[in-house]
């Protein structure tokens, strides 16, 4: 599965890149992968928006590995604690999920999701994407 997970809020000091926030991100979403029996296979932080491919065996375990990163990353990201809720709405949405086929698709997402941290590092260039082929 490739996963996307964006935030509009996620800047300046709510980035989820911001001092020691992409350490622990990086670091919870390993530990609810190990505690969900998820396999990550590339990751990329880009500050504003998550990108995960990652093997799944449950539905169900997905499920629950999706909505413990997403309330972990928003509360690691905007300071709070559990229970103490800030007026604010995260996520611009649902996360974005795609079923990957196995070899040259594979490939082709871990590519991307590396081509994506690269730039957002600065590692190199910004390259515009053309979604709209159909191809």
């Known amino acids: ?15 989820m890149l911001h001092k020691d926030k992409g350490k622990r991100i990086r670091q919870t979403i390993e ?3 190990k505690r969900f029996h998820i396999n990550i296979y590339e990751f990329a932080n880009v500050g504003n928006h998550i990108h995960l491919l990652v093997k799944t065996h449950s539905r169900d375990l997905f ?27 995260f996520w611009d949405q649902r996360p974005f999920t795609r079923i990957v086929s196995w070899r040259k698709d594979f490939e082709s997402v ?6 994506n941290f ?14 709209n082929s159909t191809a």
């Open 31 to 33: 530990a609810q992968a």
């Open 63 to 89: 499920k629950g590995f999706l909505r413990a990163i997403s309330g972990l990353i928003a509360r690691i990201t905007l300071g709070v604690e559990r229970g103490s809720a800030m007026a604010l709405k």
């Open 1 to 15: 599965m490739h996963i996307v997970l964006r935030s509009s809020l996620a800047k300046g000091k709510y980035s």
């Open 118 to 131: 690269d730039e957002a590092m600065g590692f190199e260039p910004y390259k515009p994407r053309n979604y």
């Open 110 to 115: 871990k590519q991307y999701v590396i081509q």
